[in-house]
């Protein structure tokens, strides 16, 4: 007898279940709104040219492929820490900045998950309700009770943050809190910078260890801009995790580019900390890959691949902000009554629409318009060739 027979089969990944049900899709004008990825105009996966300008540049003095250090490349690790703390900022000069090179953000959630484990295995999560899926399974499969903070409010539309915010006020000491610091997934709806202070106040009297998830870092409003709210809670006297993730921003999902930042109380507790955080990746990966990092390395010391990059993430934060006004329109002209203006306050990649379930299985049965049951569309997956199409066929359905 096989030692897997009684392995049971696992439900299928709901997302990418709908991209096979979309590429198996004949219908010509089919759309594919399920995914977190940004495509261009032309429906397109961008290449961005900071990119393949420094992959051009590296090629010119190929290296060979030792191992990297556990912590990956050192001149990526201080610039993640610049970007997300700031670069002349207090924890970066002060060194108490722990960072580590990870397998895109999950990498980086996972190797905080495992870590904070270590350190205090009875402290629950809490994660937003509803959030980015994969934080509730991970965060389990580390050890740990995941629970929800209210998030999202379906009645209203909008955020239930009074709900939010009493809710962390009742957490137990030691409760990890997993923020998304801007262009909250699935619903596309961030809180404002007042109420972010109302949000590290609470985390700091309740005893809290926040965990920011900043997988959009400069498709909110900018990368200063939103690295601003990191700011708040540094500010504040807080130590905290911060993962990023550069599959968005860098257009470099495949190549899984991420980064844990630990902000601890000073230098000799961020070395202790690193310690344990090369301890979480030995044991998962033994250390990262090379050549992801070294292009973001390479974009983000650069200052002219900076100024690029800076640039062709403005467009494409530009191109999605068109194209939710272009949504909120041609929804109008369509004949939608109902008010769709607040998918204009939303931002970052995803939009939840407010379509119910059973629109949203209209949608993809009768127009092959693919989005996720709970509404969410990536309104990055829109452009100026399938937006017309997908407005009439929301009209249809609404
Ligand atoms: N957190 C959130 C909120 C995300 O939306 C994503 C990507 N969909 C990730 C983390 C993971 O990013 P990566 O692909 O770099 O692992």
Redesign the pocket.
């Known amino acids: 007898m096989s030692p897997f027979s009684a392995v049971e089969l696992a439900p299928r990944d709901p997302i990418l279940g709908l991209n096979e049900q979309f590429n198996a899709d004949s219908n010509p004008k089919k759309v594919n709104l399920g995914v977190?990825v940004y495509y261009d105009d032309a429906g397109k996966l961008p290449l961005l040219q900071c990119v393949a300008q420094a992959e051009q540049q590296m090629m010119q003095s190929p290296k060979a492929r030792g191992y990297l250090p556990i912590d990956g490349i050192a001149a990526y690790d201080k610039a993640v820490q610049a970007l997300v703390f700031g670069a002349g900022s207090e924890p970066v000069r002060s060194g108490r900045v722990a960072t580590a090179q990870t397998l895109?953000?999950?990498?980086a959630?996972k190797v905080g998950a495992d870590f904070l484990r270590k350190i205090n295995p009875a402290a629950k999560v809490l994660i937003s309700d509803p959030s980015?899926e994969n934080h509730r399974a991970l965060f389990s499969q580390a050890g740990f009770t995941v629970e929800t903070y209210p998030y999202y409010d379906a009645t209203t539309r909008g955020l239930n943050f009074e709900g939010m915010l009493s809710a962390l006020r009742k957490a137990e000491p030691g409760t990890i809190v997993v923020l998304?610091a801007c262009c909250h997934?699935p619903t596309g709806y961030d809180i404002t910078a007042p109420q972010w202070d109302q949000v590290v106040a609470a985390c700091q009297s309740a005893q809290l260890v926040p965990f920011l998830?900043m997988?959009y870092q400069g498709f909110a409003q900018g990368i200063e801009e939103d690295g601003a709210v990191i700011g708040k809670f540094a500010a504040a006297g807080l130590t905290f995790l911060v993962?990023t993730?550069f599959?968005k921003s860098f257009s470099l999902?495949g190549e899984r580019v991420?980064g844990l930042s630990v902000l601890c109380q000073d230098k000799a507790e961020a070395d202790r900390v690193l310690s344990q955080l090369k301890i979480a990746i030995r044991t998962n990966y033994s250390n990262p890959p090379t050549h992801g990092a070294a292009v973001v390395a390479a974009v983000l010391t650069n200052p002219e691949l900076r100024a690029l990059w800076e640039r062709e993430l403005g467009e494409m934060r530009l191109r999605i902000k068109q194209m939710r006004l272009a949504l909120v329109e041609k929804l109008k002209a369509a004949g939608v009554k109902r008010d769709m203006g607040f998918i204009t306050e939303q931002v970052g990649m995803f939009s939840y629409s407010g379509l119910t379930k059973d629109q949203m299985v209209r949608l993809r049965e009768e127009f092959s318009v693919y989005g996720t049951d709970t509404g969410r569309m990536c309104v990055a997956a829109l452009n100026s060739h399938n937006i017309d199409y997908v407005c009439e066929s929301i009209a249809q359905v609404l």
């Not at 895109?104 to 990498?107: A, K, L, S, V, Y």
């Open positions: 977190g895109g953000g999950t990498g959630l980015w998304h997934n998830d997988a993962a993730s599959s999902y991420g």
